[in-house]
């Protein structure tokens, strides 16, 4: 009687695991399309064993709950890949916006409207014209008009690229909230899988958990590090810490000679999140470098051009034989020069054609300021040279970041798909495993069955019993 009782613990033992396998499964079916759901597998332990005459019986195995398929590693390597990703892609955008004010045609015939390379070469052209007739209003006139153009296009340039730098340094500041929601979410969950699973998967509370890290990494560059008890630490890439186990550590900002910093505790943290990834390493790398040097680049194209065709022109005799005055507004320094260029003159009388002293039909001092259109006056190139070269290497830049954000992405792709092979729903798979555990579950219960016979049998001696 003994052995019969041990065969139904036996078989109660079997259809519990089953079924326990069984709602494993059907949890991983429910939630195949959940984001950030990762598959689970039934853990089965073979319970001790029982001696019965000096043999030892099996007792069959036990569901002690589900384990996640998943490869940490492999996570924060995608999480790392995504935050390089997010970084390039966020500044392929802001380039391609600076990129549409620069036109690559620059200088050549087929320039569009607004072209400053174009602009560059239409000015100096004027004075090429003004040289066949000095004293022609009509000729000097176009000269100012040139002018005019010329300082219109590269102040509007210049304007639009600070305006796309304030809008850049509101968008970074915009990041600061949504990653300390984050973090702090990070560092509940660690509390949560601390407590619950300290040294097991913790299933949906880790899928949480990275789901979380994810969009982290897509803000901010962030390295993971493993702590006791299934907690994780989170840096920036630069070692500042934003969360430890079960605390997070709040991102703040500030202005800083007229744009946002970020600051962890008192730490200006801005110069390490430009270069740790994520948006807002995009972000501040077009705000504090992209647009400055662009900026630069104009200002010194704007400042040099200024100065020169301004000496020029007080070096000549106007229409009335008095000394040339300034055409465009004389810059102080490089920096603002060409958000500030503009042309200070109206009357086409005070274009200084002339030598001084050698009369208004004579065209010496038109020649020179045409001359200025091949001389090296921005830091040994000419004009256009200098803008051309400009408009070069930001095209190169933009070409260099596109090629980066394709092999990164492509990299996302890659680890993504490996996670999916390991960690996804796979309903095939899943149909299979509920086929086998129906199975085990129906041979049990016909075992259980066959007891149930036996032991009916055994109680009512002298009746013919049939098992089936």
Do not use: C, K
Not at 418 to 431: G, I, M, P
């Amino acid at each position: 009687m003994g052995t019969i009782n041990s065969a139904f613990g036996l078989m109660s033992q079997a259809l519990d695991a089953d079924q326990a396998g069984l709602n494993v499964v059907a949890n991983n079916v429910a939630n195949a399309s959940t984001p950030g759901y990762t598959e689970e597998t039934p853990t089965w332990q073979q319970n001790a064993p029982v001696e019965i005459g000096g043999i030892s019986y099996g007792m069959g195995a036990t569901e002690t709950g589900a384990a996640s398929q998943r490869d940490r590693v492999l996570e924060e390597r995608l999480d790392q890949q995504q935050q390089w990703a997010s970084a390039s892609g966020t500044r392929l955008t802001a380039l391609n916006t600076m990129q549409a004010l620069f036109p690559p045609d620059s200088g050549s015939s087929g320039a569009t409207a607004g072209d400053i390379g174009s602009d560059i070469t239409s000015f100096f052209d004027s004075f090429s014209s003004l040289e066949a007739n000095p004293t022609d209003t009509a000729l000097r006139e176009e000269v100012l008009s040139s002018a005019s153009t010329l300082a219109g296009d590269i102040s509007t340039a210049a304007a639009s690229l600070n305006a796309q730098q304030t809008a850049l340094d509101q968008e970074a500041g915009g990041v600061v909230s949504q990653v300390n929601s984050l973090a702090s979410a990070v560092a509940q969950l660690n509390l949560q899988i601390e407590s619950t699973s300290p040294h097991a998967d913790a299933g949906t509370l880790e899928d949480q958990r990275q789901q979380d890290l994810s969009q982290l990494s897509q803000l901010i560059g962030i390295n993971q590090v493993t702590t006791e008890n299934n907690g994780l630490s989170i840096t920036t890439t630069a070692g500042q810490l934003l969360v430890s186990e079960g605390q997070s550590f709040q991102l703040t900002t500030g202005t800083v000679d007229g744009v946002t910093h970020f600051f962890i505790g008192t730490a200006d943290v801005t110069s390490g999140l430009a270069s740790g990834g994520g948006q807002l390493g995009g972000y501040l790398t077009v705000r504090d470098s992209d647009i400055p040097n662009a900026l630069n680049s104009l200002d010194q194209l704007a400042y040099n051009i200024s100065t020169a065709v301004n000496t020029q022109n007080q070096a000549g005799a106007d229409l009335n034989g008095a000394t040339g005055a300034n055409i465009f507004a004389a810059p102080v320094q490089v920096a603002g020069s060409a958000l500030a260029m503009s042309v200070v003159i109206t009357d086409p009388a005070q274009v200084a054609a002339a030598g001084p002293g050698l009369g208004a039909d004579d065209n010496s001092n038109a020649v020179n300021m045409a001359n200025l259109a091949s001389q090296g006056l921005v830091n040994g190139q000419t004009p256009n040279n200098y803008y051309s070269s400009f408009v070069s290497t930001l095209g190169a830049a933009v070409s260099q970041v596109q090629t980066e954000n394709t092999a990164q992405n492509a990299s996302v792709s890659q680890l993504q798909t490996q996670r999916d092979t390991l960690s996804s729903v796979n309903l095939n798979d899943e149909a299979s495993a509920m086929t086998t555990l129906e199975r085990s579950y129906q041979a049990a219960a016909q075992v259980f069955t066959m007891l149930d016979t036996i032991m009916a049998s055994a109680l009512n001696l002298g009746e013919q019993t049939t098992v089936t």
